[in-house]
């Protein structure tokens, strides 16, 4: 076992079971590990504090996954890989639904490791050299847990960057389809693509948010914006939305979306607009008693704040410009460091008092360890304006 040395007065986190050593806080590293190896973490006396995997080419350089002075082996992670998957089998939070998150990273113990199911079919991402090096025993603990018919390896690119080690796709076993499959949310379907779609193919953190829009829905002219494949809006016309609009750029989500919608094509006849939706919202007439404002990542690095924070706040001021009196505004970030004070600068300037009436995240099955808060990636607000 190689150990990692922490400098004097750099071992506070770990101390308190944060999982992340980074790379300044390391005063000597004895032999080489190799990346993924595991590695025993150690204070500047000597005494042990915890186990995890080697990152030789990240900030992060240890990813703990025990603390303690007693070192694991392989068989935890088998052992944490089924009971994430068991807690997801029991969770009433969870509901009626066969699109499932089964591992969360950090929020399981398992950093570096991303496992969502969509009907039969796993979709998985390996984002660190230690679960990349294990990819056969997490393959193996993954067919034992869940008897899927078939796995997909999904890249995350800028991890890979991060950690040195090559971006791959591909089947882990069976035969992932090709065509997009059919998954199954309360008495919501949606059309997913596995195998090129956003993130894992949809977009399972919401699915909390939308059972919101479903239940808030009936009777409001409801404004989708940045849509994807319109799962917010198939929600409103699930739950009786007056009329619906979506907007997204990507011609190719704008497709999906009316395949979703094409049951109300003739009841709600929604609208489809693909269009940059900072620009959509200058010229659109309204106004919306429903609208959702869920952007993709602004910020993905410290150094995009200024700019993502002047993005977002732009466009949620213009959302409540388009709102009619007391409409609902659902307002969301996925970038860490872009959050609620955008929103009150917005209704500053848009000269719109608002209420906050809920905070949204996402639903149990991406749990976030309390030892480590920067698993909390997604944020919201219910708003009425």
């Known amino acids: 076992m190689f150990d990692v040395q922490l400098k004097p007065d750099r071992d506070r986190s770990i101390r308190r079971r944060h999982p992340w050593v980074l790379s300044g806080a390391v005063e000597r590293v004895s032999g080489e590990p190799a990346p993924g190896d595991w590695v025993r973490v150690v204070g500047a006396g000597g005494a042990p504090l915890g186990f995890g995997h080697w990152s ?14 007693v070192a694991p082996g392989d ?24 699109a499932v998150r089964l591992v969360n ?3 399981d113990g398992l950093p570096g490791l991303v496992v969502d199911r969509y009907a ?14 294990r990819r056969a025993l997490v393959t193996d603990a993954l067919r034992l847990a ?30 992932p389809p090709k065509d997009p499959i059919g998954i199954r949310e309360r008495n919501r379907h949606y059309r997913v693509d596995v195998g090129a779609g956003q993130k ?16 808030l829905a009936s009777g ?13 809006a198939v929600a409103a016309a699930h739950g009786g939305a007056a009329s619906i609009t979506a907007v997204d750029s990507s011609g190719e989500a704008m497709a999906v979306a009316e395949q979703h919608l094409a049951p109300w094509a ?17 010229h659109a007439e309204g106004p919306w008693d429903l609208l959702i404002v869920d952007p993709p990542p602004l910020a993905r690095r410290s150094g995009d704040v200024s700019a993502a924070s002047r993005a977002y706040k732009d466009t949620l001021l213009w959302a409540l410009r388009r709102a009619a009196p007391g409409a609902f505004v659902l307002a969301f970030s996925c970038s860490h460091h872009v959050g609620r004070k955008i929103a009150f600068g917005a209704s500053l300037d848009a000269a719109r008092p608002v209420q906050v009436l809920r905070e949204l995240g996402a639903p149990s099955d991406h749990p976030v360890a309390l030892d480590h808060p920067e698993g909390r990636y997604l944020s919201g607000l219910l708003l009425r304006a």
């Open 56 to 69: 030789p080419h990240s900030q992060i350089r240890v990813r703990v996954l025990e603390f303690g002075a």
């Open 75 to 98: 068989g935890l992670i088998e052992a944490r890989i089924a009971a994430a998957i068991a807690r997801r089998g029991d969770d009433p939070l969870v509901g009626d639904t066969d």
């Open 105 to 107: 990273a950090e929020g």
């Open 120 to 133: 039969d079919v796993l979709v998985v991402r390996f984002s660190t050299a230690g679960m990349d090096a």
């Open 146 to 175: 869940t008897n899927a018919a078939s796995a997909l390896e999904r890249p995350d690119a800028s991890a890979a960057r991060r950690e040195g080690m090559a971006a791959q796709q591909g089947a882990l076993w069976g035969d």
């Open 200 to 215: 894992t193919g949809f977009y399972l953190d919401q699915r909390d948010a939308r059972d919101l829009v479903h239940s």
């Open 220 to 232: 409001r002219r409801v404004l989708d914006l940045f849509s994807y494949t319109g799962g917010f």
């Open 266 to 282: 003739d009841s709600i006849a929604p609208t489809l607009a693909r269009e940059d939706a900072f620009r959509f919202l200058r």
